[in-house]
């Protein structure tokens, strides 16, 4: 399986600010996706990050809100913006080597808004 | 809409005492069922992916099973070190988003010594 980081791994921020997360793979893989964990819920995907073209967004999340890049086939971002305490979350990246494999998950990033 | 319902909630085993997850779910055609651990503060690990009705995997303590309408993680003889939230997923050919899973909220495994 890949080896995947996330930066960071916590961080807690105030109200209105954006904070973007980096995910970083040890190899190139096809799929990156980008996965909300909110406490007491289920792991819900927000995203499928797409290299060199637009995310494709879940029902719910909105590109302006959720803006995610892919500029190649090992590396992405995902910037929650003007942050509200319900963004309060765990965040994670997973990847998948080919459209059908399993999907690996990131170590996530703990995100606190005040 | 794939959904995905996990039970029980909670699981409080002793050292030995062996038992059963279990996951049901809706799916509109499966293209997978998957099992993850993940422990507290790290992200989901994987640990198994079922395909179709009737198949099973081993790892250990561990063994899943499918059916056309549910999975069980059956756990022998369980150590603490088994202690984990157990998610359960599924990825159906339907309409949406290629590939995403859908997971259920887990089970959260205690086992005490």
């Known amino acids: 399986s890949a080896v995947i980081s996330q930066k960071p791994s916590r961080d807690i921020c105030q109200r209105g600010t954006s904070l973007t997360i980096q995910c970083q793979v040890d190899?190139?893989?096809?799929?990156m996706f980008w996965y909300r964990q909110q406490p007491g819920q289920s792991l819900t995907l927000i995203a499928t990050a797409n290299q060199g073209s637009e995310a494709t967004y879940e029902s719910g999340f909105v590109i302006d809100k959720f803006p995610i890049s892919r500029p190649n086939l090992t590396f992405s971002t995902l910037t929650v913006s003007n942050m509200s305490p319900e963004d309060s979350s765990i965040y994670l990246c997973?990847?998948?080597?080919?459209?059908?494999?399993?999907?690996?998950f990131g170590p996530g990033t703990r995100l606190l808004v005040l | 809409e794939d959904q995905v319902t996990q039970s029980p909630e909670a699981l409080r085993l002793q050292e030995g005492e062996s038992s059963s997850l279990n996951c049901s779910y809706t799916v509109s055609g499966l293209r997978g069922l998957f099992w993850y651990r993940q422990d507290p503060g790290k992200g989901p690990e994987f640990l198994f992916t079922?395909?179709?009705a009737g198949e099973e995997k081993e790892k250990e303590r561990l063994k899943a099973t499918l059916t056309k309408k549910e999975s069980f993680l059956h756990i022998t003889a369980p150590k603490p070190e088994d202690s984990a939230t157990y998610l359960c997923?599924?990825?159906?050919?339907?309409?949406?988003?290629?590939?995403?899973?859908?997971f259920g909220k887990g089970t959260l495994l205690t086992v005490n010594p």
């Open positions: 997973s990847v998948s080597r080919a459209k059908e494999e399993t999907q690996y």
């Open positions: 997923a599924v990825q159906g050919t339907g309409g949406g988003s290629n590939y995403k899973l859908t």
């Open positions: 079922l395909y179709s």
């Open positions: 190899s190139q893989v096809t799929m």
